[in-house]
């Protein structure tokens, strides 16, 4: 069996794979999703690994690209997302091989880690190869009832995304400034990142509305009984007008949509809620011999998240 990287060329072999493989799901594999992810991202393109059996690829492996900055100090990091083997040959440790494998690579020239939020059938494989859980992510759940006689005084807040691009450069640099000061773990936003992670997202719909001093995208996940708004960014939440405008802004959409719940990683942007750790689990694998960042960031205080940043991807 050969490893190699993957190329340009192999992405409509690689899709191909993944609908074998997985089907279609949720998210639909094309060749436009692909290269969505892992070529236009805005980090850099991800590092890709293929198994090669016999001139046929039997194994994919995709370390996404992404930003981390604690402080001054800027992480370039991967999360572990797509991955997939052949129907014959499962069961062969192509997996395990092929992400080992990735993580021999992205270390060689770079102090780096590895993170992902994978689901209980997935994560116990992860742990054996030397991920650990950091902890349940805390989010916000905020029954709408709670906001109910609000809605009767939103008719009149328009929800659109005008802002220009050189004043939501300007809001991001505020907020990566707010972050840096307070020391946490946080990925640093820019109008590049933001339009390509939301307005150009080829997997999710996300409505995005903002003013010249905030922005805001989120987007309705559908369960069996109710709808559920959830916030999957907020940039400019650094002052009570804002905080308030923000608030009305949310509550607006999750109203004009029948949502009757809104999450957030946002604490404390609502006063009627729930506050816990009901969100998935962090895994964090080190890279690092930097062991002051390792034990912060096995704190999962220590990590200042939107909900855009963690979710699955």
């Excluded at 907020?175 to 933001?194: D, G, M, Q, R």
């Excluded at 608030?247 to 959409?253: E, G, L, N, Q």
Aim: proline share 3%; aromatic share 12%; charged share 20%.
């Amino acid at each position: 069996m050969i490893i190699r990287t993957s190329q340009l060329q192999d992405t409509v072999a690689i899709v191909d794979l993944l609908k074998l493989s997985l089907g279609e799901g949720l998210v639909k594999k094309s060749d436009i999703v692909w290269n969505f992810k892992h070529i236009d991202n805005p980090f850099g393109n991800s590092h890709v690994l293929l198994a090669i059996e016999n001139d046929m690829l039997v194994g994919v492996r995709a370390f996404m690209k992404w930003n981390w900055q604690l402080g001054k100090e800027k992480w370039i990091a991967y999360r572990a997302v797509d991955t997939s083997t052949h129907p014959d040959y499962q069961g062969r440790g192509i997996f395990k091989r092929l992400t080992l494998q990735a993580l021999q690579d992205v270390q060689k020239n770079e102090q780096t880690f590895v993170f992902n939020t994978p689901n209980n059938i997935s994560r116990p494989g992860y742990l054996k190869m030397g991920w650990v859980v950091v902890d349940s992510l805390p989010i916000s759940i905020i029954p709408t009832i709670g906001y109910f006689l609000n809605a009767f005084f939103l008719n009149k807040i328009k929800l659109n995304n005008k802002i220009e691009s050189h004043r939501l450069d300007q809001i991001c640099d505020i907020h990566n400034a707010v972050l840096e000061e307070k020391n946490v773990i946080f990925t640093p936003k820019s109008t590049k990142y933001l339009k390509w992670r939301f307005e150009q997202n080829q997997m999710q719909e996300y409505f995005v509305t903002s003013s010249n001093n905030w922005y805001i995208a989120m987007y309705i996940k559908k369960h069996s009984f109710f709808k559920e708004l959830r916030v999957a960014e907020i940039i400019g939440e650094n002052d009570s007008l804002s905080k308030k405008q923000i608030r009305k802004a949310i509550i607006k959409y999750a109203f004009t949509n029948n949502c009757w719940v809104i999450t957030t990683a946002s604490k404390d942007l609502f006063r009627l809620r729930l506050h816990g750790k009901f969100g998935p689990k962090l895994t964090f694998k080190s890279l690092t011999n930097n062991t002051s960042f390792i034990n912060k960031a096995l704190n999962i205080n220590s990590w200042k998240y939107s909900l855009g940043d963690l979710e699955l991807f």
